[in-house]
């Protein structure tokens, strides 16, 4: 489905709820008009290979690859070189497929080699049919690191090899002070023809705020004057996908869409929540947010694009 002209739009992204979304965005937008800025607090290095799990299911879901049912790694995927490593008794908690393994290696050896995160991206998404600029927050390895009650993890080991079964206290992003946004990320935010930025359904405490750590991008994102708007990930006081009512819930916050907009705080100028919590449709307005109220799970092709609609409409009318 081609999408029709539209102004510039930034979104910020992290992985599976994040990037369909991002798909439902590329459909309602020229491929010019949309920059996708992903979380690197993911990223890792596991077998020697540098892995960016959040930039890879956004290039994979984009290009049309991605797998349905998992909703992370590539379609039609074999695990010969995972029950090759088993059997040498190789680390496999995390499970690299074989042709997703392709792009851990070439990344891997290109920045051996000295090129940019950035760089060796934007020629694999062109390679692989991605027409928007998708971008990491930064070339410079920032990682989330998750406090829990079993001690300090990094976030893979936490999230995949733990199966996010300690009780979290806290995070941080290791690298976030010493890290430079990404070039092109602040062109974007900066550009004049920019006209909404939008944060995708995704954890805020570890897919958005790794980027929001970054020294400068919080302040792109203000400096832009453009209309802000998020999108709840926390659904009738679940999660879609992944840990994030888990963490309010120790963290001894409300797991709701309200905490999601109060912790974005005046960042925002717009939240999108479900049909299911519209009666807190009052609180944001209590708050002197916009709110939308809309259909938000995203079960399908239609159900991302609709969403999309209905987030630019929103973003369009601040």
């Given at each position: ?25 590329a459909q309602?937008l020229e491929?010019?008009a ?5 979380n690197?607090?993911?990223?890792f290095e596991?077998l020697?290979?540098?892995v ?5 299911t956004v290039?994979?879901t ?16 074999t695990w010969a ?12 908690w ?9 792009l851990?290696?070439e ?5 051996a ?19 928007q600029q998708v971008?990491p927050?930064?070339?410079d ?21 733990e199966r996010?079964a ?5 995070f ?5 002070a010493q ?11 900066s550009?004049p023809?920019?006209r909404?930025i939008?944060?995708?359904?995704s ?8 980027i ?45 869409v ?6 974005y ?6 939240i ?25 799970v ?16 929103f973003?369009?009318?601040?």
């Amino acid at each position: 489905m081609s999408g029709s002209r539209c102004d510039g739009v930034v979104a910020l992204t992290g992985g599976v709820g994040g990037a369909k979304l991002i798909w439902g965005l590329a459909q309602a937008l020229e491929p010019s008009a949309l920059t996708v800025i992903c979380n690197p607090g993911d990223d890792f290095e596991h077998l020697g290979l540098t892995v960016c799990p959040d930039f890879d299911t956004v290039l994979y879901t984009l290009a049309g690859l991605a797998d349905p049912e998992r909703g992370w790694g590539r379609a039609d995927e074999t695990w010969a070189f995972m029950a090759a490593l088993e059997t040498l008794g190789g680390e496999t908690w995390f499970r690299l497929g074989d042709r997703d393994l392709a792009l851990h290696v070439e990344r891997s050896r290109r920045l051996a080699g000295g090129e940019g995160l950035g760089t060796i991206m934007t020629d694999i998404c062109r390679r692989l049919g991605v027409d928007q600029q998708v971008l990491p927050a930064s070339d410079d390895p920032l990682r989330t690191m998750v406090a829990t009650a079993d001690g300090e993890l990094p976030f893979q080991q936490y999230f995949v090899r733990e199966r996010c079964a300690p009780a979290v206290r806290g995070f941080h992003f290791a690298g976030a002070a010493q890290a430079t946004a990404h070039p092109r990320a602040l062109a974007a935010l900066s550009d004049p023809g920019l006209r909404a930025i939008v944060i995708c359904p995704s954890n805020p405490f570890i897919s958005i705020d790794p980027i929001l750590a970054i020294p400068g991008m919080t302040e792109a994102i203000r400096a832009a004057k453009v209309p802000v708007v998020a999108v709840s990930p926390i659904v009738g006081g679940a999660a879609i996908k992944g840990p994030a009512a888990k963490m309010l819930a120790e963290l001894g916050q409300e797991v709701s869409v309200r905490t999601v907009w109060r912790h974005y705080g005046d960042l925002i100028d717009g939240i999108v929540m479900d049909t299911c919590d519209a009666r807190l449709a009052a609180d944001a307005d209590h708050d002197k947010l916009a709110a939308l109220v809309t259909p938000t799970v995203m079960t399908g092709p239609e159900e991302r694009i609709g969403l999309a609609r209905a987030v630019l409409a929103f973003a369009g009318s601040l």
